[in-house]
């Protein structure tokens, strides 16, 4: 599997010719999602989810789907009618011939005062988990954690204790189009001090093989 780091929370995994992107918002390219034959998204969120993107990798692939939260869903599935399906917390799906399991029901808190919104991960080939703007644990072993390192809701003890607690084979960064240069180093520092296993990021359009 050939992974892509896209801008901020959006990544592209390739496998068998075939395509699924994750979360591509208005953070990320505006071509992010175009030649997908898969799109995840996580939440609602603007840097998660953008509506023109999204119609634009559903507009470029005639045979493209997306598997999404109802909040998202909903916004799209009058436009592309059987291509838009609802999931959530335990339902496993395959897309575009990866085999995927969803973890997870809310966001992370961000302040109490702030209601918290629906969030799911998703864990893809039983190897590679996104889990949105949450922490959440799958109930199984991770390979690759993609990790959200800066975020309104998070801090970097919260991000080095997830680490520990999911115990996965590396961690690469994701959700960090607002963290900048300068503080890249104490973050990569940090986290692979304390993090106990292999971490790392890629620039936008950087990819590795899993």
């Not at 989810?49 to 869903?73: C, D, M, Q, Y």
């Not at 599935?77 to 335990?90: D, I, Q, Y």
């Not at 809701?153 to 590396?170: Q, T």
Request: aromatic share 6%.
């Amino acid at each position: 599997m050939k992974l892509t780091k896209k801008s901020h929370a959006c990544v592209r995994l390739e496998k068998d010719g075939r395509t699924l992107v994750i979360d591509p918002g208005t953070f990320s390219e505006e071509d992010a999602a175009v030649g997908a034959d898969a799109l995840l998204v996580t939440h609602e969120h603007i840097d998660h989810f953008n509506e023109e993107r999204l119609r634009a990798g559903l507009e470029s692939n005639p045979g493209a789907e997306i598997w999404t939260l109802r909040s998202v869903a909903e916004k799209l599935s009058a436009a592309f009618p059987g291509r838009v399906h609802t999931v959530g917390h335990g339902d496993t799906f395959t897309a575009a011939g990866f085999d995927v399991q969803v973890h997870g029901e809310l966001h992370a808190v961000i302040h109490p005062d702030i209601p918290r919104i629906t969030n799911i991960g998703f864990l893809v080939d039983g190897s590679v988990f996104h889990p949105g703007d949450a922490l959440t644990v799958p109930e199984h072993p991770v390979d690759t954690l993609m990790l959200p390192v800066h975020a309104p809701w998070n801090k970097i003890s919260e991000v080095i204790d997830y680490i520990r607690e999911v115990k996965p084979k590396r961690a690469i960064d994701i959700h960090d189009a607002l963290l900048t240069d300068l503080a890249r180093p104490i973050y990569d520092n940090q986290i692979g001090a304390l993090g106990g296993t292999e971490h790392g990021r890629l620039a936008p359009g950087d990819s590795t093989s899993l």
